[in-house]
């Protein structure tokens, strides 16, 4: 519990059960809510399980019901032909004891949820998600709550996942062996990633928290949606194992994210900016409108809200502030709007808008990317001597007369069974269970957790970049095409990578470079070569870097590649485009994978 308030909760909701007395007792004392579940994830056509629902709800509210933590009351987590069952159960228990609200089930969409229930847990409702990126970058959830007149809850909020730090392995020192992370560790060391494990935790783990950050925050701007239930904090072990918590199964912090930060978007009191974009060119004007929610202790008094864009120094570059006023408790309580001519701005830049209280410790921030104006056309003429093309015969023969050379696979030359799609979100849930037989009959292989980029490298210098992921990238990657480098020597190093699902762990490139006899290639996964009017305005800025890094000094690649080993990564003819392909099969370890070594005691 004290985990789940550092973090910025207030409550906890049991998934198809009901905690022992010591919860309660605990909850009381430290203010916390509680929604207890009765004992069922049941089918409630059979009239011998509505008895059970009857039963059960008695045994526990006699056994639990003077606890003032205890406030709401679900009978089944996601009930099935609970339509004529749960809506009455919830009526006919408020009136029996009216001191906690009940609801007709956690979970689904139907009509009958939120007539007869006090309150609903809900996925989605008038045809509208009540969580997910539809209500994000300042938009928000309302349409799912209109003419709804009862509270509303987001049921399962988050579900985004992050890789495995493999260290956790240690902490199992109890009679539960954590012999899925050995498997995950062990293909990681066949496949070559073993090395960037920290690495790519860290990276996807910031990836995630941007994805919880978007949904939390859209959450809380929804005017009517009374709040949200996570899925979980902490990783959940089953099912794959569902690698979803901020928190890892052990309820310890991540290496990418602590208490402190996660309250600045998930706490008592949060200032939201409606921010619907995160790139900018010099030539535009940001615009935000900016509100708070506030459901602290009580009131704010003579409050003074302030805005300012940082640089990556932390340095304000921009600032401002509204006059102060009182802030009663509730949402959608207006602070005032953003405006700042960017042509004032340093550029290309990495920046953050940042708005909190004067004088209290309340602040929010988001990350936004100033790019030139005309970055969407940025070097559309490559530098003298540098080839930038699509197609490999002529790259292959620009490399073996020791030219430089730009290439861009495309789709159709990568290996769809071996060259996964990269996405704007991570692996929601897990692949084991959201993509694989028998949930789907035709399995998937996209399975994005993220990107890892080498931020120090010149190729990136001209587009500000961290380690991870992030909103200035999601629009180039979204559905192009990663390339695999298993057939690549180990020692060739991406400038970025994209990070793979725990279950496969493959080697995958999106921007890479080696020398290839005596020429020099750069190859990216994104098609910097599009410059039309619809183009990403990070799409010529990433162009250019590239293009002026490969005209520098610098660009010395430290990988070599025989023209062999290149073809095969995407050539037509290549090894892993004419092998046969290998039978999909639901189980982690086909038989084709060597059983791991057994773990030292």
């Known amino acids: 519990i004290q985990v789940c308030q550092a973090y910025g909760l207030n409550g906890i909701r049991f998934h198809s059960w009901c905690p022992p007395e010591a919860a309660f007792a605990a909850a009381d004392e430290l203010?916390?809510?509680?929604?207890?579940?009765?004992?069922?994830?049941?089918?409630?056509?059979?009239?011998?399980?509505?008895?059970r629902l009857d039963e059960e709800t008695g045994r526990v509210l006699r056994a639990f019901g003077n606890h003032p933590s205890f406030i709401l009351f679900s009978p089944s987590n996601e009930p099935r032909s609970y339509q004529r069952v749960t809506p009455q159960w919830a009526a006919a228990s408020y009136q029996q004891d009216s001191r906690r609200l009940y609801s007709a089930g956690t979970g689904w969409s139907d009509p009958s949820q939120v007539n007869g229930p006090q309150y609903a847990s809900l996925v989605a409702f008038n045809r509208a998600q009540l969580r997910n990126s539809s209500g994000w970058f300042g938009r928000d959830y309302r349409q799912a709550v209109e003419n709804v007149h009862i509270p509303v809850l987001a049921h399962e909020v988050g579900q985004w996942c992050a890789y495995p730090d493999f260290s956790v392995i240690k902490k199992f020192t109890g009679y539960l062996r954590p012999g899925n992370y050995d498997i995950f560790r062990y293909l990681a060391g066949q496949q070559g990633v073993l090395a960037q494990n920290r690495d790519f935790a860290w990276a996807s783990g910031r990836?995630?928290?941007?994805?919880?950050?978007?949904?939390?925050?859209?959450?809380?701007?929804?005017?009517?949606?009374?709040?949200?239930?996570?899925?979980?904090?902490?990783?959940?072990?089953?099912?794959?194992?569902?690698?979803?918590?901020?928190?890892d199964a052990f309820w310890q912090p991540k290496s990418y994210e602590t208490a402190a930060q996660f309250r600045r978007f998930a706490g008592p009191t949060v200032p939201l900016a409606r921010l619907a974009r995160r790139t900018f060119t010099t030539d535009q004007t940001l615009e935000s409108e900016v509100e708070i929610y506030h459901f602290g202790p009580d009131p704010l008094v003579a409050a003074t809200p302030y805005w300012k864009i940082l640089n990556v120094k932390g340095h304000a570059i921009a600032a401002g502030q509204w006059p102060p006023r009182d802030i009663p408790a509730g949402k959608n309580i207006p602070l005032g709007k953003i405006t700042v001519d960017l042509s004032q701005l340093p550029a290309p830049a990495a920046c953050q808008l940042a708005v909190g209280l004067r004088g209290a410790a309340v602040e929010n921030d988001w990350n936004f990317w100033l790019y030139p104006a005309g970055a969407r056309t940025a070097a559309a003429t490559p530098p003298a001597g540098i080839l930038v093309t699509r197609v490999w015969p002529e790259a292959a023969a620009r490399l073996a007369a020791g030219g430089k050379v730009l290439f861009i696979p495309a789709a159709a030359d990568l290996d769809p069974a071996k060259s996964p799609s990269m996405k704007s979100v991570p692996v929601f849930w897990n692949i084991q269970m959201t993509v694989r037989p028998p949930a789907n009959p035709a399995p998937k292989f996209d399975a994005m957790l993220g990107l890892l980029c080498d931020s120090a490298h010149p190729a990136l210098a001209g587009f500000p970049t961290g380690k991870n992921c992030d909103w200035q990238w999601t629009p180039l990657v979204n559905n192009v095409r990663s390339i695999n480098l298993a057939a690549a020597p180990p020692t060739l190093h991406p400038i970025v990578s994209a990070i793979d699902d725990w279950n496969r762990n493959w080697r995958l490139g999106v921007?890479?470079?080696?020398?290839?006899?005596?020429?020099?290639?750069?190859?990216?996964?994104?098609?910097?070569?599009?410059?039309?009017?619809?183009?990403?305005?990070?799409?010529?800025?990433?162009?250019?870097?590239?293009?002026?890094?490969?005209?520098?000094?610098?660009?010395?690649?430290?990988?070599?590649?025989?023209?062999?080993?290149v073809a095969a990564l995407w050539s037509a003819k290549s090894a892993a485009a004419s092998a046969p392909a290998r039978t999909f099969d639901p189980d982690l370890n086909d038989g084709a994978i060597p059983t791991p070594p057994a773990r030292r005691q």
Request: with cysteine; proline share 7%.
């Open 31 to 51: 203010g916390f809510y509680l929604q207890p579940e009765c004992g069922m994830w049941n089918d409630f056509s059979s009239p011998a399980m509505q008895q």
């Open 207 to 247: 990836f995630q928290i941007e994805c919880y950050k978007e949904e939390i925050e859209a959450n809380l701007r929804t005017p009517g949606l009374a709040g949200f239930q996570l899925l979980d904090l902490h990783d959940y072990l089953g099912q794959g194992p569902a690698l979803i918590g901020i928190v």
């Open 511 to 565: 921007i890479f470079e080696c020398s290839v006899g005596p020429g020099r290639l750069l190859v990216s996964a994104i098609n910097v070569a599009n410059e039309g009017a619809d183009a990403e305005a990070g799409l010529g800025q990433l162009r250019r870097s590239l293009l002026d890094y490969m005209a520098g000094p610098r660009f010395q690649p430290a990988a070599t590649l025989s023209p062999e080993q």
